[in-house]
């Protein structure tokens, strides 16, 4: 047994480490062409049609339509063939067109990074993503528990930038600009960032960002984000630390439509990693700077006010002292409300 805490809500947690199942679900090259077909067509097709055009028999067109059925995608059948009605909210690969090669999804899985670190090591390509509907090890950053059940978005992307791997931490920041932009352009809200890497909803987490890195000295060979999103999940009322996207909300999204914009984000912002206006960006959605802070990092502890980012995405903290120190990763503390950006002043660094 492992004591733990869920770095969502900060629940002490046990976790057995038990072997867990995990199952890979097999996309399947019939039922996608079928779900395409239909999709397109958008009216009853005869299965005698949807035969001739997959070169199957229409005793396994009606196999693979009962399949999808159990998925959860509604079909109509009627003397009239087969009507695609509606689709369920899963994050199956061909719910994102073009994008299928590079996703590997799991109805339930360990953890998403363990497989994507098993991918990177064997060479998977930039952008490779493992998507899982479920995780029963979901892991936090500082080796917490990251809850994973049903209706949150849980997936790991695999890049390979070609930068210095003191510049990795950037990569953290990439995604949680692209993650605070998909909220807005979908909800209109205005998430804010939390240093290093938490997304939040009127300062409570709605996603949390793990990432791996692979490097030598002066090569990043692979860097794996975990992007954890309390979407459709629900968040008991006395949580006061987080939220889902359905509790701010109000109402349920469509998971699938999310990832979606967020994947074109991240698209988005990729060749911009190295450039000033990813820092620029950041700041704009940042909650913690101009703050009393409390950095808990390896080994030592800085109080002080967050003033700004250097290059690598270190956070400057002012101590009470005058003298500044950075802040390379760590727990971030936010300790008392934003105050007016004066008395930046330049000082010394620890
Ligand atoms: C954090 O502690 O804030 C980071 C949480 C990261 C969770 C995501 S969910 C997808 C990926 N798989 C994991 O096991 N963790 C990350």
Redesign the pocket.
């Known amino acids: 047994m492992q004591s733990n805490r869920n ?2 809500t900060g629940e002490q947690l046990t976790r057995t480490d038990a072997m867990v199942n995990i199952f890979k679900m097999k996309v399947n090259e019939k039922q996608k062409q079928i779900l395409e077909t239909l999709r397109d067509y958008g009216d009853y097709l005869s299965g005698e049609t949807l035969s001739e055009r997959l070169g199957i028999s229409r005793v396994s067109i009606w196999k693979h339509i009962r399949s999808l059925k159990e998925d959860g995608y509604v079909i109509d059948a009627s003397a009239r063939g087969y009507r695609l009605v509606s689709s369920p909210d899963l994050m199956l690969p061909y719910e994102f067109p073009g994008l299928e090669e590079r996703i590997h999804y799991f109805s339930e899985i360990g ?4 497989a994507a670190r098993e991918l990177a090591r064997k060479g998977a390509k930039e952008g490779t993503i493992v998507i ?1 509907e479920v ?1 029963a ?6 080796s ?1 528990e ?1 809850f ?1 059940p049903k209706g ?1 978005i ?3 992307m695999i890049l390979r930038p070609r930068i210095n791997p003191v510049y990795a931490p950037r990569v953290n920041l990439m995604i949680s600009i692209a993650v605070a932009a998909t909220i807005k352009k979908l909800f209109g809200i205005k998430a804010g960032l939390k240093w290093p ?2 997304v939040l909803i009127e300062g409570r ?1 709605v ?4 990432a791996e890195m692979n490097a030598e000295m002066d090569v990043v060979n692979f860097v794996n984000v ?3 999103i309390n979407a459709n999940t629900s968040i008991p009322k006395f949580e006061e630390t987080a939220t889902s996207l359905k509790e701010a909300l109000g109402r349920e999204i469509s998971r699938k439509g999310f990832l979606s914009v967020l994947l074109g984000e991240i698209e988005q912002w990729q060749p911009r990693l190295m450039k000033d206006d990813l820092l620029e960006e950041w700041k704009k959605f940042s909650m913690t700077l101009n703050r009393e802070v409390k950095v808990i990092a390896p080994g030592e502890e800085i109080v002080g006010r967050a003033i700004d980012l250097d290059t690598t995405g270190a956070l400057i903290i002012k101590q009470s002292n005058g003298s500044m120190k950075k802040a390379i990763a760590g727990d971030c503390i936010h300790l008392r409300k934003k105050v007016p950006e004066t008395d930046k002043g330049a000082a010394t660094f620890q």
């Open positions: 770095s969502q953890s998403t990074m363990d899982a995780q090890h979901g892991r936090g950053r500082l917490r990251w994973s949150g849980y997936f790991t890497n938490d987490k996603c949390g960002i793990l975990g992007i954890g």
